[in-house]
């Protein structure tokens, strides 16, 4: 179905009626031939929004899959990246692709995005392409993970794509898909997550202040404008305030 090294009609009907974790197990080995692994336009221009905001110490890309983000996270982190993914199938293929000869050490790491498995130990998380696996009720515990895992001034970065006008055959083709999931997991169990349209940038924006972040929106200019002038693809990047100096409240 996408391409001679892609999965197969059946193999992908077989992966849909998992649940999400044993899903992508079965795909990993050919998930970096589907159009689902980001692209890599996106994380060039993502890492190059970035890197005037470094330095950066210790990256995190959450939901690595086969490590896409967090290969580009190893050209703007000097000390270590991180992948963390709840696939431990997903995580062996990026073990064997993502293998950097020189530059900060790399981790992977199994472990779920609503849990996660680390300290306040990261300047950076970056997550692409994951954030449709979550229901708009789990932002809010998703987003305090993030808070909770990065340092003081730490930053949170991913980019978001403006959604197709109802004009565009894309809008109907998303559409099309988050009605046929959710028929699905009205009939069969384990669920699998993943809806396209669920996840708006205003509810975003609105979670990741009440999470404590402080928000930042970039145009990614290498992706255009849509017609009314609006960016085609932007990167939200949500910074973890430092705390206030001891006695500014009285000064
Ligand atoms: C569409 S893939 C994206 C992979 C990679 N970030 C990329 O852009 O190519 C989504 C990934 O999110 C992971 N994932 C989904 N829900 C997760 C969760 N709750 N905790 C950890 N990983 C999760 C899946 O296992 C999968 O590897």
Known sequence: MFGPEGPGLRELAVQALSSVEHGYDLLAPKFDHTPFRTPDEVLRSTARALAPLGPFEDG??????????????????????TGVDFSAGMLDTARHRVRPA???EVAWVRGDARALPFTAAFDLVVSFGAFGHFLPRELPGLFAQVHSVLRPGGRFAFPVLAPPPPSRAGFWMLLGFDAVMRVRNALWRPPFVMYYRAFRLGDVLRELHRAGFGVDLQALPEFGRRGDGSPRARLVVARRPQPAAAGSMNS
């Open 102 to 104: 020189d530059g900060p």
């Open 60 to 81: 995190l890309d959450l939901c690595c899959g086969t490590g896409a983000g967090a290969a580009a996270l190893t050209g703007l982190c000097r000390r270590s990246v």
